[in-house]
């Protein structure tokens, strides 16, 4: 099977690691129909980076993984990298937390430096803790955030964040930070939008929808852009913690099977908000 409906069909966010499946994950992708992943980096070690090198080196596993996915089932992978924004209240219970930001700003510009290089399409994750930390903290990480938001601005790319689950004056309030920094329109993501963002909130962030079947049949009509993903996470210790990866392959499939309109809904989510975002047109692979 190659894409559904005749579209490519891609899923917005998932994690793939080499203590897991790595990229066999994505033959299930493939045999399930699907064609493009944008693969965001994760930390692969067990403590959280201290030092610019480590990041480095995750970034590099992502970028192998999104290789070996290409090569062992010609799926598309499109390489997503930023230091994690959880990591700088861990890394300061060691640095302190103004060197812990500095390596966050740091490896920010080595992300940037990537999507210069086209080795990555987009800065993720950035953004704040979906769980209380101290003042302290918080503060460095509202600082961490609006560097990423420079960083992309300057070379040009969208921003995937990580945050707590957003209300409409939530997603206000980051389509306000977009707009202090400057960030052309629909170039900041919402990452694992478990509710359905009203368009008549009238906001530009754009919703990367969990892809749970109540949720894609609600925002389905929606004009977009939005994407779906299953932020799979190739954990072992962790089975079943997210959706598995053939999720969004399977959702098109029944939908594209209810009618030809529905159908024509899923070029919202497969093709045209990746252009609007992304510039990039995601191409059916040939077989
Ligand atoms: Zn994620």
Redesign the pocket.
């Known amino acids: 099977m190659v894409g559904i409906a005749g579209l490519p069909v891609v899923d917005h966010?998932c994690?793939l690691s080499p203590a897991g499946e790595g990229a066999r994950a994505a033959v299930r992708f493939r045999a399930a129909g699907g064609t493009h992943l944008f693969v965001?980096t994760?930390n692969y070690e067990p403590l959280v980076p201290t030092d610019l090198d480590s990041y480095e080196r995750q970034f590099l596993t992502t970028e192998r993984l999104a290789r070996e996915v290409t090569a062992s089932s010609r799926v598309v992978a499109y390489v997503v990298v930023a230091p994690y924004p959880i990591d700088l209240g861990r890394a300061a219970e060691t640095l302190g937390v103004g060197p812990a930001l500095e390596l966050q700003r740091r490896a920010l510009d080595l992300a940037g430096r990537w999507v210069r290089e086209r080795r990555a399409v987009a800065l993720g994750?950035v953004g704040w803790p979906h769980f209380p930390v101290t003042a302290e903290v918080g503060e460095a990480t509202r600082h961490a955030f609006r560097h990423a938001l420079e960083v992309a601005h300057d070379v040009g790319c969208p921003v995937v964040v990580?945050s707590p689950d957003l209300d409409p004056a939530g997603y206000r309030e980051l389509d306000a930070e977009a707009k202090r920094a400057q960030l052309p329109v629909h170039r900041l993501v919402k990452?694992?939008a478990r509710g359905r963002l009203d368009p008549a909130v009238g906001v530009d962030v754009v919703p990367s929808y969990l892809a749970r079947r109540d949720l894609v049949n609600e925002i389905l009509p929606d004009p977009g852009p939005w994407f779906l993903e299953t932020?799979y996470l190739d954990d072992p210790r962790r089975p079943g913690a997210v959706l598995d990866l053939a999720t969004v392959p399977r959702r098109a499939t029944a939908i594209a099977g209810r009618s030809t309109s529905d159908a024509e809904r899923l070029a919202v989510p497969f093709v045209r908000s990746v252009e609007q975002v992304y510039g990039l047109t995601p191409q059916l692979p040939e077989r």
């Open positions: 966010h994690h965001a994760q994750e990580h990452h694992y932020d």
